[in-house]
């Protein structure tokens, strides 16, 4: 980062925000990918409008008091960092898991925001959650640690002003508990205030599986502009979650074989190719643990104690958790001759890891353009909302495969302009961000 004054706001980012090392790690990759845009168009650095974009615009902590169904009380933190409003409502999901902080949302946060500006749509950027662990709790404890969640995040969202959805931890059971309070304190059927609703009060189809869809169709652009395609290619996927599943099914229907997924107690080798709807069975319908795979399905075998990145393939697609492909596992993926990399969760690779791949010459997919496609059917389903229509399957996914398509497309051609063909990493950052502060310049200083 040679730039003097990038330099100032890193440093002045961390010790301001003391601690919040993934915070720190997301504004890094940003702003060092922001200093060729930054030579060119001087005007960026005027009126501390890089000062201004990487504070958020309001960061809301809460406590979220519930209680067990063995009649105990427990006490979580609850946070909705509300980032930036300058294309359109805060949009972001919520995240439920015993490692979140506050620096793990403001880095969600602000990776939101060039992710949502990527998409085209109307939607600024914002992330929340809390430290609760749903690993383990009854249905009922989920209902009322969400119920009490929404008692407090209710005063500060609307369709118009910050519109939450799901993350790792929050799915549809989740949005529905959390809807169903929302309702119930404001006596409002307020359709647009979240997204990854139900099917029958005004969620869209494709939203479930429109980030592992997204992914897919993302990497598909990635293959076929290196001349190759997903057919008879082997895939690692990481991960077991909402973005895995459908990554894996959409992979293998472009004929891919795909050998692998994951939780966080090992991962499953599965030479044949994942049976997908036994994954579903026991991840989404049983919420069971991925060795119970191994257990069902006499191809595989479930290693505990490894990395899933020793797995040879042709195409790896991390779709878990932030951090979870360092250095180390980057050099094996090179070694085992892997030749793509797309990113289904946020910030899966490590800085060093990025550093390998681009030394190595791997096609690289940065989590803000390739996991792009499940707020962008967010957005899709606010639209629905908004016009009180619903659209088909067909309709939905159309829209999804185009916003995909085009976010490839921007991020090549942003890429190219600005002097690094074929980063996909500085085109999407760059195209991102330059639509967010072309909006801030035109809003004054604000
Ligand atoms: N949590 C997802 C993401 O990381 C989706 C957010 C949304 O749909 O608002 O982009």
Not at 74 to 84: M, P
Not at 190 to 210: F, I, M, P, Q, Y
């Amino acid at each position: 980062m040679p730039s003097t004054r990038l330099q100032e706001v890193y440093s002045n980012l961390v010790a301001n925000n003391p601690g919040e090392k993934e915070f720190h790690q997301a504004a890094k990759e940003i702003l060092e990918s922001l200093e060729p845009v930054i030579k060119e168009r001087p005007e960026y650095t005027d009126r501390a409008l890089l000062d201004r974009i990487v504070e958020p615009e309001r960061q809301i902590m809460f406590r979220v008091p519930w209680m067990d169904d063995k009649g105990e009380y427990h006490v979580n933190r609850g946070y909705r960092v509300e980032f930036s409003s300058v294309l359109g409502p805060y949009k972001g999901g919520l995240r439920f898991h015993p490692s979140v902080n506050l620096g793990i949302i403001k880095f969600l946060g602000f990776e939101q925001i060039f992710k949502n500006s990527l998409t085209g749509l109307a939607i600024g950027g914002g992330k929340g959650g809390s430290n609760f662990d749903p690993k383990g709790k009854s249905d009922d404890e989920i209902m009322r640690f969400c119920q009490s969640f929404m008692t407090e995040l209710q005063r500060h969202i609307g369709e118009n002003v910050d519109v939450p959805a799901g993350d790792i931890g929050v799915g549809g059971r989740e949005i529905g508990y959390l809807y169903g309070q929302y309702k119930r304190i404001r006596n409002s059927f307020d359709a647009g205030v979240l997204t990854g609703k139900g099917l029958n009060w005004g969620g869209s189809l494709v939203r479930t599986e429109a980030t592992g869809y997204g992914l897919v169709y993302f990497a598909e652009e990635m293959l076929k502009d290196a001349g190759t395609s997903f057919d008879g290619k082997t895939v690692v996927v990481s991960g077991a979650g909402n973005v895995a599943t459908y990554a894996i099914e959409k992979a293998e229907k472009l004929g891919a074989k795909v050998v692998t997924a994951s939780d966080s107690s090992g991962y499953v080798y599965d030479p044949e190719g994942i049976d997908v709807e036994l994954l579903k069975q026991i991840k989404e319908v049983e919420r069971g643990r991925i060795n119970e795979y191994a257990d069902r399905r006499s191809s595989a075998t479930f290693v505990a104690n490894g990395s899933i990145w020793d797995v040879k393939c042709d195409v790896a697609l991390p779709c878990a958790t932030q951090n979870e492909l360092d250095g180390d596992a980057a050099a094996t993926l090179v070694k085992n001759g892997t030749k793509f990399v797309a990113e289904g969760a946020n910030m899966p690779c490590s800085p060093e890891a990025i550093k390998t791949f681009s030394q190595a010459g791997i096609h690289y997919a940065p989590g803000k353009a390739s996991n792009a496609g499940g707020v962008a059917t967010s957005g899709l389903e606010m639209e629905q909302n908004a016009s009180r229509s619903h659209w088909s399957f067909e309709q939905a996914d159309e829209r999804l495969h185009s916003i995909m398509v085009g976010i490839h497309d921007t991020a090549v051609a942003t890429a190219e302009e600005f002097g690094f063909p074929g980063n996909y990493m500085v085109g999407a950052n760059i195209a991102g961000f330059v639509k967010v502060a072309d909006s801030m310049i035109d809003m004054g200083v604000i």
